[in-house]
T-cell receptor, first 117, second 114 residues
């Protein structure tokens, strides 16, 4: 069975600095999908960025980018120019290609990011 | 924008009560999900549904059931609530068209069982 591990329960970053959140996963599949979700305090969880495993190029969304290392089964999230609004719980998630149309996800345990002014 | 609405943000119930958590989505999504979120455990899938009247067990279905009578609505039922079901419950939906569709989440229901 696939697993997703986030080894950093909490992280802290200064405003305007860069921070990297780690995520590793375990799978025997070759083609899959990876996601980072953000859950601000008392607010809705939203998608930050996604990566298809067959794509070599790392995904980027504005200040958010990933470092996808397929051989190492690593999928880290880099936040550049951190802002106070980036403070949230961040979840890494894996989607198997065998899930069909159900889009079922496996989540990590989350990393709570604090942004210091 | 996709809107996933959970009927209550906060709910307090007593042990042994039958509890209903309701979730409605407005994007005609085929897939709907119920998770519970606990500190240090992340999100764990309770049940999901890929069509009306269809359901599948997730990773922790014990003590729960679900109902999907209409496409837009997915209900989570705690048949006889227990204190270990105190948790944050999240509903999500996603399109069944294509393999890379993201899940869209509701605001969550924080359920306390006394």
């Amino acid at each position: 069975a696939q697993t997703v591990t986030q080894s950093q329960p909490e992280m802290s970053v200064q405003e305007a600095e860069t921070v990297t959140l780690s995520c590793t996963y375990d799978t025997s599949e070759s083609d899959y999908y990876l996601f980072w979700y953000k859950q601000p305090p008392s607010r809705q969880m939203i998608l930050v960025i996604r990566q298809e495993a067959y794509k070599q190029q790392n995904a980027t969304e504005n200040r958010f980018s990933v470092n996808f290392q397929k051989a190492a089964k690593s999928f880290s999230l880099k936040i550049s120019d951190s802002q106070l609004g980036d403070a949230a719980m961040y979840f890494c998630a894996y989607r198997s290609p065998n899930g069909g149309a159900t889009n079922k996800l496996i989540f990590g345990t989350g990393t709570l990011l604090a942004v210091q002014p | 924008d996709v809107k996933v609405t959970q009927s209550s943000r906060y709910l307090v119930k007593r042990t042994g009560e039958k509890v209903f958590l309701e979730c409605v989505q407005d994007m005609d999504h085929e897939n709907m999900f119920w998770y519970r979120q606990d500190p240090g455990l992340g999100l764990r899938l309770i049940y999901f549904s890929y069509d009306v009247k269809m359901k599948e067990k997730g990773d922790i279905p014990e003590g729960y059931s679900v109902s999907r009578e209409k496409k837009e609505r997915f209900s989570l039922i705690l048949e006889s609530a227990s204190t270990n079901q105190t948790s944050m419950y999240l509903c999500a939906s996603s399109s069944g068209q294509g393999v890379n569709q993201p899940q869209h989440f509701g605001d969550g229901t924080r359920l306390s069982i006394l």
